[in-house]
C-alpha cells in the first residue's frame, strides 16, 4: 500500500492497470502528481466521450505522443503498446487544496505524502526512461532512486522541458494545466528529441 494514505485500494487498483495496463517492455515510465479528487475520472477509466476527454493529462498525452510520432494513435491502448506507463506520485485521490500544499512542499523535497514511494521503484527500474511532470513527481522519484538527485530545479525555465543531466535518463517537465497550455507543443518536441536519443 503506498505511504500516501490509509485506503486499502485506489484507481490504480480499481483499474487494474497492472494487469491491463502494464506494457511489456516499459520502455517509458511517466510520473505525474496525483489522480485528482475523488469524483475525478482516473487516466486509465476510458473516456466518456473520447472526442471530450475531461482528463486533462490523458487528452494531452495521448494527443501530443500521436502528434509527435510516438504512438500509433490517440488511444489507451496505442500508448500501453508504445512501452508507455502512466502512474502517480501520490496514488490517492485528494482535494486539490491538499495538492497544492503537497506542490509547496516538495519545492523543498518535503512532501510527507511521497516519503516512501515504495509504489514506483519496480518501474522506475525497470523503466527505460522516466518523465517526470512536476514538483511533486520529482520529489517522489528523488526519494525512490538516488539517480534523480534532490537539486533545486525551475522546472517552468529553461533547461525544462529536458533531461536534469545531458546524460540523464530523467526527463523533467511541468504538469500540464491551463496556464501552460501555449507551451505544451515545445514540451513533447522536447521530449520526442529526448526519447529518440535514448533508443526509444
Known amino acids: 500500500m503506498p505511504a500516501c494514505c490509509d485506503a486499502p485500494s485506489h484507481p490504480w487498483d480499481r483499474w487494474q492497470v497492472e494487469r491491463l495496463w502494464m506494457p511489456k517492455p516499459l ?31 490523458r487528452r494531452e498525452l495521448l494527443d501530443g505522443l500521436h502528434d509527435v510520432g510516438l504512438i500509433a494513435g490517440p488511444t489507451l491502448e496505442a500508448f500501453r503498446d508504445a512501452g508507455f506507463l502512466f502512474d502517480h506520485a501520490i496514488r490517492c485521490p485528494l482535494p486539490s487544496s491538499s495538492v497544492d500544499q503537497e506542490r509547496l512542499k516538495a519545492n523543498r523535497y518535503a512532501s510527507e505524502r511521497v516519503a516512501n514511494p515504495a509504489h514506483l521503484v519496480p518501474s522506475l527500474t525497470q523503466a527505460r526512461i522516466i518523465w517526470v511532470m ?58 520526442a528529441r529526448f526519447a529518440r536519443l535514448n533508443g526509444f
Open 134 to 191: 512536476g514538483h511533486v513527481a520529482s520529489n517522489a522519484v528523488a526519494n525512490a532512486t538516488s539517480d534523480f538527485p534532490k537539486e533545486k530545479r525551475k522546472i517552468s525555465q529553461p533547461p525544462f522541458p529536458g533531461p536534469i543531466t545531458p546524460d540523464s535518463r530523467f526527463f523533467v517537465s511541468e504538469y500540464f494545466h491551463r496556464f501552460n497550455k501555449k507551451e505544451t507543443p515545445g514540451i513533447f518536441a522536447a521530449f
Open 27 to 57: 520502455r517509458c515510465l511517466i510520473v505525474g502528481e496525483n489522480p485528482g479528487d475523488v469524483t475525478s475520472e482516473y487516466f486509465y477509466e476510458p473516456p466518456a466521450d473520447p472526442k471530450n476527454d475531461r482528463v486533462r493529462v
